[in-house]
């Protein structure tokens, strides 16, 4: 009986030793194929912008410039928030694979390069965790092909899952990025902070 307990042990190590390997594995190729698609996108944006002629808050045009196709997945552009170092790429929508290679736009709201309320996405434990310490007056820049458009962040809160009257539309241009919220909670988070910026005007 002892050998058997013995030999049902080994066994036991062999399987957690290899399951510990699987994860560790499937992690690691996670955290490459996310850094490999952030390169490569940021890299196709940075060349469309210098091959273009690109305005800056080209938003504060009258008129409301026509909608374009987005793809499911597809990259959109770039966010950035100098203060913060964060510079990450935008795709369309808020999937699970989307979030785990960028930050995503969130279907239902303005697209970038439109006037109205631009709802972004992200994970807080990755490219969102460092708006933990964002602040009112921080710039926010949003880059597409069609050009870039500055925000200055006017405030955050937290609120319910619930409440999706944050991403409600506006016939301004405003911004406003949500993530998961409390930043250090271990498991699904049970709020969501909210960062609302406005365009920057002109001087």
């Known amino acids: 009986m002892a050998w058997r307990r013995h030999e049902m042990l080994r066994w036991t190590q062999a399987a957690l030793l290899i399951l510990g390997c699987l994860g560790l594995g499937f992690y690691a190729f996670g955290y490459f194929q996310a850094a490999l698609f952030q390169r490569y996108e940021q890299w196709r944006l940075e060349k469309t912008l210098a091959t273009g002629t690109q305005r800056m808050d080209h938003l504060h045009e009258t008129h409301q410039p026509a909608r374009t196709a987005v793809v499911a997945g597809a990259a959109l552009g770039r966010i950035e928030i100098p203060r913060l170092g964060l510079s990450v790429v935008l795709v369309e929508g808020v999937r699970r694979r989307d979030l785990r290679v960028a930050v995503g736009h969130i279907p239902g709201t303005a697209l970038p390069n439109e006037v109205g309320n631009v709802g972004i996405a ?61 930043f250090n909670y271990i498991g699904s988070a049970p709020e969501r902070f909210i960062v609302r910026a406005r365009v920057r005007r002109s001087p």
Do not use: M, W
């Open 122 to 182: 992200g994970h807080r434990d990755t490219y969102f965790r460092e708006l933990r310490r964002i602040r009112p007056g921080d710039l926010v820049i949003v880059s597409t092909s069609a050009g870039s458009t500055a925000y200055s962040v006017e405030s955050t809160r937290v609120v319910k899952p619930s409440n999706i009257g944050v991403l409600a539309a506006s016939t301004q241009p405003v911004l406003t990025l949500v993530t998961c919220y409390p």
